[in-house]
Each structure stands twice: as C-alpha cells, then as structure tokens.
C-alpha cells in the first residue's frame, strides 16, 4: 500500500531495455528521483513522492536490474554514460524539457553526467550520500572482490561468490551498515526486500560496468553550470563525507551536513530531506525561471 | 521547564524534547504524597489521561498528548512511584484506591469539574474505581487494553508465583520479585518485549526500558504487591456502577492481557469493544494515530450539552 500512488505511469524501451517510470503531481519544476544501485528500487524515494508531488511533478522510474524494468545481464546498460542517457529517455518520454535530478549515493555519476553533457536540461541538482570516486572510501573495504571469499564477515561479503552463495545475508550486512541509525529494522527490512526483487547475477553484471574515474568526475564537475546541493551524512558508512564535501566544492555547490545520519538520510530523517530538497527547487523556480 | 529529569538514586537522563510542552503544571499533594501533573490546551472537555502501572511515567502518553491537546484539555500526571512524583514505601500504597484517590487530588487541584478518562493496562483499575464512586466527575470511560483479572490470564502468566524465589530465569519466571532485584534490566529487556509484540518497535522498547529505570526495583515491588491486593469481586462491584459511556479498544495480539479482558471489562460496564487486529499491549504508541482517532471519536460521541 502506498501513500500517494501515481498520476501517470509507462514504459520508455531504449536499446531493448523497457524502463518503468511513474508521474506523480504537476508543479515546476520537475524532480526526477534517480534510480540508484540497482540492488534497490524505485521504492526507496516512498518516504519523498507524497511531499514533494503536492508542491512538484515528481518523476521516478526503476533503473535497469530491478522493480518492473528488464534486468539485463549485460554490463552495458549500467556504464555512467548509459544510465545517464536512459535519465534522459524518461524525461523525453514524460515531456520533461528541464528538471531537477535528485541522486543517491552512486546515482552522483549519472547525475553528473547529465550535467555536463546536456545542461540545458538540468536546472539544478541534488546529491544525497553520493558515491563516486573523488578521493579514497572507506578504509576497511579492501576486500578482494574477485577472489573466492576467505571470511564470512564484514565487508568480506562484498564478494562475488559470496554474493551468489548468500545473497540475502549480503543484503541483511549492507542494508546494516546504510542504516547506522538506531531504530532502522523497517527501513532495513524494507531494502532487503527491494533486494530480494533482484538477484546476485544481475548486480554482477552492474558490478562489470565501470565506474567514472576521478578525472572523468572533475571534467564533468567543471563543466556543469547548474546550482547544486550536496547532502551527506556524518555517519555514512558507505561513503565518507569527505567525497559530499569534494563533489560540493568541485561543483561550486551548496553542501549540508547532516549530524549523525548514515548513507540513506532520505528514509531515516525524511522531512529534513524533504524540506532540503522543496527549499532547493524553490529556490530554482524564483531565481531561475521566465 | 527543565530539560533534566531526576530520577531514583543518582541517575539522571536528559529528557528527550517533546513535541508539545505543557501550558501548566504543579503538585497535587495527598497524605503527604506529592503528585506532578501536567496540563496541556484548553478545549472541552478535558481528557485525564491516568497513569498505569509505576513502571512508566506519564511519558507513556506522548503520542496522545500533541494531537489531543489541539482540540481538548489534556490532563496527565506521574503515577506515585515514577517521574516526578513521589515514592512511598510499601504494598499498601500502591493499591488502586490509592491510584484513584490520587486521580481525584490531581482534578481538584487543576479545578476539573468533570473530566472523560483515558487508561492503559492497570490504570483501568482506578479508572474504574473513580467512574463507579464519583459518577458526577467522569463523563466517559476509554480503555485500552485493560488488565483487569475478568477473564483468566494468559496460560504461561499462571505458572511462576510472583513472591516466592523461583529456581529458573526462563520466559514469565522473570515475573518475579526476587529476579526483579537480581537483574531489574534483564525484568525490562523481557517484559516490554512482550508489551511490544509488533515488529519495528525497537523505539518504543527503548523509551519504556528509560521510563522503567525511574522507579527502583524495590519500589516496583511494591507497587506489584499492592496491585495484587485488588480483588476481584469488589472490581466486579465496581465495574456494576459505573454508568459513564464506556469504550474498551484491546489488541488481539495482547501478550501481556488477554483480549478476553478487553471483552469482559466492556460486558462489565455495558460499554462497546474495539478490537486492533494484530496490536500487542502498547497501541498508544504503536497505532497512535488509530488510537487518538478512537479517543476522539469516543469523546465527540459523548455529546457537547452533556459536557
């Protein structure tokens, strides 16, 4: 059951892989609520859409790999570029000239990408525990991943083998470590469940995609124009705060701190992050607009 | 108000910050007893919501206490025992007549005329008693989930006796005064678990376990043995004069007191039963939304002329 189900909804097909989106409300500017990992779905914006459609017209959709899009098992659809460009296909497909892209954790590429090489269709961007390599991770997750796990525990999960021998305990560890926060059983149970809609191949295929190299990253910082909001949590422990604040500074963006959240603030302090994100697109719409 | 709260012994918490302040509060005074109450908007009627069992505080009601006060006067206070009120010792002054006496000191010295009662668990016992002696006080009765002995208990509660030393630790053997002394957080960590059957209520577990460490176990002990002392034909009587609207809402997950109470109680005093389908002992703050619009329904129907 939802608390605000969807005003329009479809499918876009762009190089044979279907997408679904879904439209709620009708206000300026337009969001679009970026998929993220595909390890999850478009459900992870639930504690967003009902807000913010009362005040925006707000665009989700599933990336590919999970909710009611393809889940292909070829890396190719998951590269930056690509993603990138099946954003694009949905804003095409739901007559949205310019919006407000508003990304989660490894979405930061895509979003980036977008910025710098279709500007004129970003108004403004919203980075929430961004995942992307400007500068070094955690410490502690040097794992290997390639090799045939030698311990069950901690990031030793994150393993491609392990991943297909214990898929769900992997999700009940990583889901764990995005919600530091006391008090997340159902925030965790409501991921190890988008999880499950997937499966261990499909993220091994994402996981052959390449990421955007550091150099990659600051191109394309330095070539988008829009204003940008970086929110991250001083308690992410997927990625460290230092990269929010290296992605606000690269693109001259707005940075705000959250005390104590971990890496999905979004389900866990949803009406600080609502209010955060209705403030920036506001701000867009008076400033920014005819 | 101050944001520290003393509690027993030399522990002090930080109080969390509440959605809603009190616009009042004071002492009620009684044999000696100080009772801290709180006062919270300005409508009609004034809703009393009763302290429980001294395991809690009246912090047990905040998520009443913001949505009620907008529309109601809301009334609260510490049950003797816990919070700021005061910690008398022994059995005898933690019977219901005590409880209900108290109530009635805490509507005097808030100048309440009349009021409609909202109770949890044991505070139906007084809630009871207080609709039954003073019927020109109480205009309606709300219960939720009542623990009143007019059904028989749950099987497994029947087994370990609550005073004499047991020589095991495992499940309702923990209901028991000399395990309640040899390890009060152990006590905690399993009761409310039972209080709290629904799944996501690690918040909830972790607000009443800090409520719990207000009262010294001892003084808890007390407070059972006094409930103990309430008898059941004369709860009966009791329940036989109340003539005030009565709604009883009990879960029929209940795992601490059988829906069957619920029932009975609502047989008892003519009243109607409301049951949450899959709520265990503590809906206030599972369902609250549920409940406050229960409660509001349940005074709205009482009628404004009558008020």
Redo the contacts between chains.
């Keep these: 059951m939802r608390a605000r189900e969807p005003d329009a909804e479809g499918y876009v097909d762009r190089d044979g892989v279907k997408l679904h989106y879904e439209v709620f409300g009708d206000g300026e500017p337009t969001l679009l609520l970026m998929p993220t990992w595909t390890i999850v779905h478009a459900r992870f914006w639930k504690a967003q859409v009902p807000y913010l459609a009362r005040h925006h017209r707000v665009v989700t959709y599933d990336g590919p790999g999970n909710g009611r899009s393809d889940r292909p098992l070829d890396p190719a659809p998951y590269g930056c570029e690509a993603q990138g460009r099946l954003a694009l296909a949905v804003l095409d497909a739901t007559g949205a000239e310019r919006a407000v892209p508003v990304s989660l954790s490894m979405a930061s590429q895509w979003a980036l990408w977008l910025m710098a090489h279709r500007p004129e269709r970003v108004l403004g961007s919203v980075f929430i525990g961004p995942s992307l390599a400007l500068g070094p991770g955690h410490t502690g997750r040097a794992e290997p991943f390639e090799e045939p796990y030698t311990s069950t525990e901690g990031w030793a999960k994150y393993n491609r083998y392990y991943w297909q021998d214990h898929y769900r305990d992997f999700l009940e560890f990583f889901f764990s470590q995005c919600f530091t926060e ?2 997340s ?2 925030p965790i ?1 409501d991921a190890v469940g988008w999880g499950l809609e997937t499966s261990a191949a499909v993220l091994l295929a994402e996981n052959d995609a390449p990421w955007a190299d550091e150099a990659t990253l600051l191109d394309w910082c330095a070539a988008s124009r829009c204003p940008v909001l970086v929110i991250h949590g001083t308690k992410d422990a997927i990625s460290p705060l230092r990269r929010g604040k290296r992605l606000a500074k690269a693109t001259g963006g707005a940075l705000t701190v959250l005390e104590g959240a971990g890496h999905i603030p979004m389900a866990r302090d949803p009406v600080k992050v609502n209010l955060l994100v209705r403030e920036f697109a506001g701000s867009l719409a008076a400033g920014g607009r005819p | 108000m101050t944001a520290v709260k003393e509690l027993s012994g030399a522990r002090t918490v930080p109080e969390q910050t509440r959605a809603r302040y009190p616009d009042a509060t004071g002492y009620a005074e009684r044999d000696g007893v100080r009772l801290f109450w709180e006062r919270y908007g300005d409508g009609e009627p004034t809703l009393f919501l009763l302290p429980t069992w001294s395991i809690v505080h009246a912090r047990f009601w905040k998520a009443q206490i913001p949505y009620l006060a907008r529309h109601y006067r809301v009334l609260t206070f510490d049950g003797r025992g816990n919070g700021r009120s005061d910690r008398p010792a022994g059995a005898g002054a933690y019977t219901e007549r005590e409880f209900a006496a108290d109530a009635l000191a805490v509507l005097d010295a808030t100048a309440t005329r009349r009021a409609v009662l909202v109770s949890l668990s044991c505070g139906a016992l007084w809630a009871t008693l207080l609709a039954a002696d003073h019927p020109d006080r109480v205009t309606g009765s709300f219960y939720l989930c009542p623990a009143v002995g007019l059904a028989p208990p749950h099987p497994e509660r029947a087994v370990h006796s609550f005073m004499e030393p047991l020589d095991t630790d495992d499940g309702w053997a923990r209901y028991n005064q000399h395990y309640w002394l040899r390890d009060y957080r152990g006590f905690l960590e399993f009761f409310f678990g039972h209080c709290l059957t629904e ?2 209520s ?2 909830q577990h ?1 607000d009443c376990v800090g409520w719990a460490l207000g009262i010294a176990p001892g003084t808890l002990v007390d407070s059972q043995q006094g409930l103990l002392l309430c008898g059941l034909e004369r709860f009966r009587e009791s329940c036989a004069r109340v003539r005030c609207p009565v709604l009883v809402v009990h879960g029929d997950e209940d795992a601490i007191r059988p829906h069957a109470q619920g029932a009975a109680l609502a047989e008892a005093t003519g009243g109607r039963l409301v049951t949450l389908a899959g709520s265990g002992h503590l809906p206030q703050a599972r369902d609250p939304v549920r409940v406050n619009l229960l409660v509001r329904e349940f005074v709205e129907s009482l009628g404004g002329p009558a008020r």
């Design positions: 006391a008090h059983t159902k149970e | 799944p996501h690690t918040k972790e």
